[in-house]
């Protein structure tokens, strides 16, 4: 079971936006804004897609973005593409005691 | 170009050792925190261990006291040395930079290590 709860899967239509939910406590998600977000396709690598909550790194499109409210941490993406079909990780930091949890991943499908 | 590249996995029966390697390019290994994440099959991502660039390190339970995680700074390298192996150690084993802001990035390819009998 992982620390972080995520719906095992979303699905939208091209062109249409999803939001991905990612519930954690106090000790992670509400404690700290180094929640991170990952894309991972079949057989590769995560790619980083959202770090410190809401911060996109060089490259990703701003269609992706991510937000907090309390325990909950969310990554919406707008303007749903092909190529967005994926797993969806969330991660955060966790103290210096536990480090880093993560969430269970969600299977995003383009209909 | 930053870069990461796993190598050293395996088939390894229960008990056994391994190491596994991650050879950096692009930036210096030890002025960075660098982690190990591993993925069973079908499964999410587990956070396994990081070492910071003061040399402190640290574990999840679920290795701690079997698993080492050391770095070669004049090959630019981080290692996993996995001791007494167990079937749930099966997963792939990814290294990457933990970032100031905690976050991961980049990710290696990723190496398979299969404990059975």
């Known amino acids: 079971q992982s620390a972080l709860t995520q719906p095992r899967s979303v699905s939208g239509s091209p062109g249409q936006s999803v939001t991905i939910s990612c519930t954690g406590t106090s000790s992670d998600v509400g404690g700290y804004n180094y929640v991170s977000w990952y894309q991972q396709h079949p057989g590769k690598a995560p790619k980083l897609m959202i770090y410190d909550v809401s911060k996109r790194p060089s490259g990703v499109p701003d269609r992706f973005s991510g937000s907090k409210s309390g325990n909950t941490a969310s990554l919406t993406i707008s303007g749903l593409q092909a190529e967005d079909e994926a797993d969806y990780y969330c991660?955060?930091?966790?103290?210096?005691?536990?480090?880093?949890?993560f969430g269970g991943g969600t299977k995003l499908t383009v209909l | 170009e930053v870069q990461l590249v796993e190598s050293g996995g395996g088939l390894i029966q229960p008990g056994g050792s391994l190491r596994l390697s991650c050879a950096a390019s692009g930036f210096t290994v030890s002025s960075n925190y660098m982690s190990w994440v591993r993925q069973a099959p079908g499964k999410g991502l587990e956070w396994v261990s990081v070492i910071y660039s003061g040399g402190s390190t640290y574990y999840a339970d679920s290795v701690k006291g079997r698993f080492t995680i050391s770095r070669d700074n004049s090959k630019n390298t981080l290692y996993l040395q996995m001791n007494s192996l167990r079937a749930e150690d099966t997963a792939v084993y990814y290294c990457?930079?933990?970032?100031?802001?905690?976050?991961?990035?980049?990710w290696g390819q990723g190496t398979l290590v299969t404990v059975s009998s």
């Open positions: 990457a930079r933990a970032a100031v802001s905690r976050a991961f990035d980049p």
């Open positions: 991660c955060s930091y966790a103290g210096s005691y536990t480090f880093w949890v």
